[in-house]
């Protein structure tokens, strides 16, 4: 009779995270990286060509890139790239069969490849920020900055790993999500522009997106919401999610036609 | 034991029977169209799109005709848009985005899902010659998005038509600047949405593509237009671009981007999306 | 060992497993799971599993619940149907992960990576990424991941599939050495013949029912009570059909060109009766088939009854 021992909840994380390590080396992995870290290279190789050519370079520049570029593109992007990576993919390849036939945590899984995605991304976020610094931010706004991207990246993540959980067509509700609904509510009356993520993003990084003039009839004086509870919000929102993610897996009964039995 | 000669009904001639492209197209049609979630999502949200839009026109009407509101006259000009913008805005940023999903969601599948299921090989093994693959294809992700802009065009103007005749908040020729920009537009989604269909595996990873795409190239003209400081850039964006078709047929007096730019991006992308899913969908590329 | 007490298994409005019961006993030995496509076999596997929750009824291993059980899944095997792998992995480190997951680790998790390909004849290729691998070679590291924790019961959907004669005679080798090393296998197929050569008993399954259950000796007591068919070619094929209906057990009896076609019940006494009046020249035989003699006969007459 076979007597190993219960992976606990941290050897399953550790498990999958390593496991799926190579992943984040392949195209996908490649282009997440791309994703933040190729627009900064651009503004950077363009504003190099206008220093060269003794042109003036526009006050700021580094504003327009964290917010029109990172913030409003690049980020929901990664977060639609990487999601669909995670256990989304074992459960479309219909690979996850084998690994909920194993004694490890099941509700752990989630949050292990999620883990994975979100620690190479976020790196590349870093990276990308600091290219900010060659164009003229600060060290300070530097460290604000990326986390403001990053604990966004967290929470975006964590909640459309959730949505393609629990629908068919997670991908498309959260790209709805993401570039409907926070870039219309964010310019709402009041406490109404708390449930967006560009929010919190902008109550972080301490500075706003000038961009609301498509919606002027609608544009309401924004709120703030201080440095660290916008924090915690981020954290608190991603860490719920992965444990939603955890649960809807753990409960979901998985066979191997990927379908689900009435239990 | 005998062996019977083969009882085959004659070979059809080449010209017997509908042309492929009308087949094909008609069977792509009838596929998105059986797609019930998208349907119901994307209708609701073009029919309260609609609705509001017809809401705001008799608003309008009202204020510009009734006694009763001549207290609001000068505030409602004030908010609501006048003259060439508010024609050019039956087909807006609000409606195009939704329409931009909808393109990702319903017809990105077109060339995917036949790549995905290996169709393409049994579709060329009949007499379906490339052209009429890809313009099957083409036909089918040009009508879509026409077939959503028409009422807009159409249903607002027929609606001021009906109230106050060519005097209404509507001009009575907005259908012929409407129309064009919609023709326009409709190429340009089409072309975008068959390239990135053509290089997908899967109709979900067209929908990434689609997106990734519009959006991509909507951050790199963001970076072009801060550094350089010129919004022409933003012409490197489909996006941006089929925003400023209905701008500039209208001739509004500041339009998103200048006719050059326009013309030049649009043509740049229908030309390379459409060169990648002529390429990609060939026979060579079809293999069992 | 393994117990079901009127275990059934719904997805949405199909029953994909009636209420079945049945109890497998403690010990090695190889089960058959047989059954045509659709029969239930892979609806059992999963309520064996643990993949899924019974709809009604019980499923017992070693003596518990194996859905989302962690302390009954550490002593279950699953080779599951399908050619599906993780993409972008290769062998080992896919293993290296399974056996994580399954609670092993340092040096007796690579042991054990080590000895589950010996096992399957992967010691050498287990590095090359799955796309780079035939389909034979993802099916032995298929394998090889169900072996890594040294299973009690080791649960395979259709392991044959895509396996040239050399790998299946390989693989029956290696389940049989593990059956003779106390595990217990449960192998579905709906080829007969491959089952027939690997098992000591089956379960015969059919349209989300359990037919029948027994060794395939017992199965096949099962033909004595339906006609066999049996194809006798002679060149008297009118004095074998005279010879014939003298005989008790003739059901049915219909002519060919130089053949005669007869349905018999108890082959076993009908069989040895027609050796000697061929052996004493009173019958001219020329060739006998048993058109339906093996486990397919039973097959078909069990379905053919529940059709």
């Known amino acids: 009779m076979s007597t190993h021992a219960i992976p606990t909840p941290f050897q399953t994380l550790s498990a999958v995270a390593r496991g799926y390590l190579p992943r984040v080396m392949q195209a996908r992995g490649w282009v997440l990286a791309a994703l933040p870290v190729l627009p900064i290279g651009l503004f ?48 479309e390849q219909r690979t996850i069969p084998l690994m909920l036939a194993r004694p490890s945590t099941i509700w752990m899984l989630p949050f292990g490849k999620g883990v994975l995605w979100f620690g190479w991304g976020a790196l590349w976020l870093v990276v990308a920020c600091a290219g900010l610094l060659a164009l003229g931010s600060s060290p300070e706004a530097f460290f604000y900055q990326a986390a403001a991207l990053v604990l966004t990246y967290w929470a975006v993540l964590a909640f459309m790993s959730l949505l393609g959980l629990v629908f068919k067509r997670g991908t498309l509700w959260g790209a709805l999500y993401l570039f409907i609904w926070d870039p219309l509510v964010r310019i709402f ?68 036609a990927g379908s689900e039995s009435e239990g | 034991m005998p062996i019977y000669a083969p009882s085959l009904p004659p070979r059809p001639e080449l010209t017997d029977g509908s042309h492929p492209i009308t087949v094909l197209t008609r069977f792509d049609l009838m596929r998105v169209i059986k797609r019930k979630v998208g349907f119901f999502i ?40 006048q003259g060439a913008d508010y024609q050019a805005g039956l ?188 390429v990609r969908t060939k026979p060579s590329e079809a293999v069992l | 060992m393994i117990r079901l007490e009127r275990a059934s298994l719904r997805y949405g409005d199909i029953l994909g497993l009636s209420p079945t019961s049945f109890e497998l006993p403690d010990g090695g030995g190889i089960t058959g799971l047989l059954g045509p496509n659709g029969a239930g076999k892979s609806s059992l596997i999963q309520l064996l599993s643990g993949l899924l929750p ?67 004849g992967m010691e050498t290729r287990a590095q090359l990424g799955f796309s780079s691998m035939s389909k034979g070679m993802r099916q032995r590291i298929r394998m090889a991941q169900a072996l890594l924790h040294d299973p009690d019961l080791l649960i395979l959907d259709e392991p044959f599939n895509g396996l040239d004669p050399e790998a299946r005679l390989n693989l029956m080798e290696l389940m049989r050495n593990l059956a003779l090393g106390g595990k217990r296998i449960i192998v579905s197929s ?35 009570r339906h006609p066999v068919e049996l ?12 010879w014939a209906v003298e005989q008790d057990e003739l059901v049915a009896l219909r002519m060919e060109d130089g053949a005669a076609v007869l ?14 009046a061929v052996v004493t020249g009173q019958l001219p035989l020329r060739a006998l088939d048993p058109l339906d003699l093996n486990l397919d006969a039973v097959f078909q007459y069990l379905t053919k009854d529940h059709a």
Not at chain 2, 50 to 79: C, H, P, Q, R
Not at chain 3, 71 to 95: H, K, Q, S, Y
Not at chain 3, 209 to 224: F, N, P, Q, T
Request: charged share 15%.
């Open chain 2, 91 to 278: 087909i807006d940023w609000w409606l195009l985005v939704p329409l931009w999903f909808m393109m990702a969601f319903m017809v990105g599948g077109l060339i995917s899902r036949d790549s995905l299921y290996r169709i393409r090989p049994l579709i060329y093994a009949h007499p379906v010659r490339p052209q009429d693959y890809i313009s099957s294809k083409g036909l089918t992700a040009f009508l879509i998005p026409m077939v959503v802009m028409l009422p807009f065009a159409l249903v607002p103007w027929g609606l001021s038509v009906a109230m106050a005749g060519a005097s209404g908040p509507i001009w009575a020729t907005a259908p012929l600047y409407l129309l064009p920009a919609a023709m326009v537009i409709a190429l340009l989604m089409a072309a975008v949405t068959l390239g990135a269909s053509a290089m997908a595996s899967s109709p979900r990873a067209s929908f990434g593509w689609v997106l990734g795409i519009v959006l991509g190239t909507s951050a790199l003209g963001g970076v072009f237009t801060a550094t350089l400081s010129n919004k022409q850039w933003m012409a490197m964006s489909p996006y941006f671009l089929v925003q400023a078709w209905p701008q500039l047929i209208c001739r509004v007096s500041d339009p998103l981007l200048k006719w050059l730019p326009t013309l030049a991006g649009t043509l740049g992308h229908i030309a390379l999306w459409t060169w990648i899913a002529v």
């Open chain 1, 189 to 256: 009356p009041g406490n109404l522009q708390r449930i967006t993520f560009v929010h919190y993003l902008e109550s972080i990084a301490g500075t706003r997106s000038t961009e609301v003039a498509a919606s002027q009839l609608l544009a309401q004086e924004q709120i703030s919401t201080p440095v660290g509870l916008a924090i915690l919000v981020l954290i608190v929102f991603g860490l719920g999610c992965w444990a939603l993610c955890g649960w809807k897996l753990q409960a979901t009964p998985l066979g191997l």
């Open chain 3, 231 to 242: 194809r006798i070619a002679s060149e008297a094929a009118r004095q074998v059909a005279r």
């Open chain 3, 54 to 120: 019974p709809s009604g009824g019980e499923v017992g291993i070693f003596g518990e619940s194996p859905f989302r059980n962690p302390a009954v899944l550490t002593r279950i095997g699953l080779v599951p149907e399908g050619d599906r792998f993780p993409v972008g992995l290769n062998g080992t480190r896919w293993l290296r992960m399974m056996g994580e997951l399954s609670g092993l680790t340092g040096s007796a998790l690579d042991e054990s990576i080590q000895r589950a390909l010996v096992a399957v």
């Open chain 1, 44 to 91: 950077l190789a363009l504003t190099t060509i206008l220093k060269v050519q003794g042109e003036r370079i526009p006050p700021a520049l580094y504003l327009s890139a964290f917010h029109v570029v990172l913030a409003k593109f690049m980020l929901p992007i990664m977060a639609l790239v990487a999601a669909p990576a995670g256990i989304r993919e074992d459960i």
């Open chain 3, 190 to 224: 709906h080829i007969l013949g491959e089952v027939a050569q690997l098992t000591d008993r089956i379960l015969l399954l059919f349209r989300g029912r359990l037919l029948a259950e027994g060794s395939v000796a017992e199965i096949r007591e099962l033909l004595d």
């Open chain 3, 263 to 276: 349905a018999v019940r108890n082959p076993r006494d009908f069989l040895p009766r027609l050796q000697d």
């Open chain 2, 42 to 81: 994307f209708g609701f949200i073009f029919l309260t799109i609609l609705l509001i839009e017809l809401i705001v026109l008799w608003g309008k009407y009202l204020i510009n005709t009734s006694a009763g509101f001549k207290g609001f006259k000068d505030m409602a000009n004030t908010i609501l848009t």
